[in-house]
């Protein structure tokens, strides 16, 4: 079933590579592509609404529509036991003022790393302008070195 939802934008995805291939269009500068965009986005939106539907009909038809999903909490997990204000039923709590150091961290790895990426794309991006440069600028002395009669 999914592989038949899948097969559209495949298709769809096919006929837009061959089509910038015929026209000679890189598919970076491809007129067509945010319509590809759009399509694809509205194809997710529609596969995730038939999915639900699908979903509670299998539910209805395996009579498990009324079943909760077992909760599995993880051995390594620890907390304080305390009752849930949602249910009223005790449940296991790890307080914000422990979590808190470790968003903290988690945030300055994260903000760390971003900035490496983007170290990264600058240091590209001002290497393939640099070379660009010199390719003119051997090209100019390649010019200016050979006779008139050999350019």
């Not at 939106?45 to 909760?68: N, Y």
Request: aromatic fraction near 14%; charge should be positive.
């Amino acid at each position: 079933m999914y592989g038949t939802w899948l097969a559209a934008p495949a298709l769809a995805g096919v006929l837009l590579h061959a089509h910038a291939a015929i026209t000679s269009e890189t598919i970076e500068n491809y007129k067509y592509k945010p319509l590809y965009s759009i399509g694809v986005v509205l194809w997710g939106i529609c596969f995730d609404r038939f999915w639900l539907r699908r979903r509670t009909e299998l539910a209805v038809e395996w009579g498990v529509h009324d079943a909760k999903e077992p909760k599995t909490v993880r051995r390594g997990f620890y907390g304080e036991v305390s009752t849930s204000p949602v249910t009223n039923r005790p449940a296991r709590y790890y307080a914000a003022y422990r979590r808190g150091p470790f968003y903290f961290l988690s945030s300055v790895v994260t903000v760390a790393f971003l900035f490496c990426g983007a170290g990264v794309a600058v240091a590209c991006l001002n290497l393939q302008v640099r070379a660009r440069l010199s390719l003119r600028v051997v090209c100019a002395l390649q010019k200016r070195a050979l006779p008139s009669r050999w350019q």
